[in-house]
Structure formats: C-alpha cells, structure tokens
C-alpha cells in the first residue's frame, strides 16, 4: 500500500523531531538585547546572509553541538532606532527560515508583564501560546485571523529543567496600552505582552518550524509606573536576566532533539 500525503509528511515530522538539534535560529528585536548574547557566545558579524539593502545584522557562530544565527532587525535606516515590532519581526523570522533552514527558533526578548497574572520585573517567562491584541476585524472569522492565536512548540521537560515561568503572550505594535487592547489582552488571557511574538510565531507556523518564546518582564503593564518609563530603567539588568535565561536554554538543547523538549 503506498502511503497517503498525511502519513509520509507525519513520517517525516517524526524523523525531524527524532534528530538531533543542530541549527538554532535567535530572533531577538533590540541592540541592547542582542549584544550580551552575541559577546557570550562570541558570535561574529555575517553579511552574507542578509538581502542587499535592509538594515538587519546576523551574527553566527558555534555553541557546544549548536550552530547558532543570532538576527536582529537592525537600526531603521531613517530614524535611527530599533527596528522593533511586527513588520520587522514578520520580514526577518522568513527571510532567516528561507537562508538557514534552522531546526528550531527561540524569539528571545524583553516584555511587558500583568501583576495580576502573577508577573513581577525580572521574571523570565516561556510563552505557551501567542496572540495578537490589536488587529481587531469584528466580522465572524475574521475575528480568530485577526487574533492570529498560535501554539509555542511544547517544550515540557525545558520548563521543568530551568523552572521558568510559563504564561500566554499578547502582541501589539504599541508600548502602551490602550482600552481596546486592555480588553484583548484580557480575552488573549495573557501575562505577558510585547511587540514581535505572535508575528514571529504566524511566519515560524507558516513554514512549520518549531519556535519556542523566552520573554523577561521589564516592567508591570498594570503598575503604577509609566511603562516607557519602567521599560528604560529596567532594560539592562533585565537584558542580564534574559541573557542568562537563553544561555540555560541552549546549553539544555545542546545534544537533544525535538522531542526530547
């Protein structure tokens, strides 16, 4: 009997997920994010890599068993900023899948966290699903697209090992957070929000890579603090916190596969 299109794509996956980690793909929104963990691992600077003309800046090198890409969407050409939110990060996660052909994605980044969900600064959380809260479409179907909700690729025995948090992500193309976010946040059900990982999260489902989310609470959205504020005070030790969180990841994938997360 020859097999059906279902069951050799279901061999195939299995195979994948039976094989040894070998290629990591970083994607991570800010400078002052990426550079600890580029001066950690002591990546180096490849241009090869990237389309003419965009401002993205990869970096790779060896960790362990682990090849490791590091891409950051750059400073905007203009302006002179970082590149965040979900353009880049959408632009980036595909153009970095269609180069590296990476086995699994980590999106690494400092988020927004709810008291109320149990978040404080400092807190490192690995996303068990992601959604965004400000693509509002209220037409039946519609709706769930504009949602977007995507599952984090389960990794049970990683949020074991390294006793992380775990919470729901909520993505947005602002820091701040208006009503209407404030209200889909809250439908998201999510105890942590930022501004690339459910963008990261539709392409890596799009190409049917595996990614995994490792976020760290810079500052309390439903705090008395104002959040840019909050944000740029607690940045670096937090990019600290976020940076020891990723290097524990690693070195737990290192000489595992898949399904061994």
């Known amino acids: 009997m020859t097999p059906s299109g279902d069951q050799l794509e279901d061999a195939v996956v299995s195979h994948i997920e039976d094989r040894p980690i070998s290629s990591i793909l970083i994607i ?3 400078q002052a994010e990426a550079l600890p963990l580029v001066n950690k691992f002591q990546l180096t600077e490849e ?12 970096y790779r090198g060896i ?3 682990l090849n490791i890409n590091l891409i950051w ?3 905007d050409l203009s302006l002179g900023v970082d590149s965040v939110g979900t353009v880049s990060a959408s632009l980036v996660t595909y153009a970095s899948i269609q180069a590296l052909k990476p086995d699994l994605i980590i999106n690494a980044g400092t988020a927004g966290g709810f008291k109320a969900k149990g978040a404080s600064v400092g807190d490192v959380f690995l ?14 179907v519609f709706d769930m697209y504009g949602i ?3 599952q984090a690729f389960s990794s049970p025995n990683l ?13 947005g193309d602002s820091l701040d957070m208006s009503p209407q976010d404030e209200a889909s946040i809250v439908a998201n059900d999510a105890t942590i929000k930022d501004m690339e990982g459910a963008a990261v999260a539709y392409v890596a489902d799009l190409l049917k890579v595996p990614a995994i989310f490792v976020k760290a609470v810079t500052d309390i959205v439903d705090g008395e603090k104002p959040t840019a504020e909050e944000f740029l005070q607690n940045l670096v030790a937090v990019t600290a916190a976020l940076d020891q969180a990723v290097t524990q ?13």
């Open 28 to 30: 991570i929104a800010m």
């Open 47 to 58: 241009l090869s890599m990237l389309p003419k003309g965009v401002p993205w800046v990869c």
């Open 63 to 65: 960790y362990k068993n």
């Open 73 to 75: 969407p750059g400073k």
């Open 127 to 140: 996303a068990s699903a992601c959604a965004f809260h400000d693509r509002r479409i209220p037409i039946p």
């Open 148 to 150: 977007g909700l995507r």
């Open 159 to 171: 949020l074991k090992e390294l006793n992380l948090k775990v919470g729901k992500l909520s993505t």
């Open 249 to 261: 990841v690693l070195d737990f994938i290192n000489g595992k596969c898949l399904s061994q997360l």
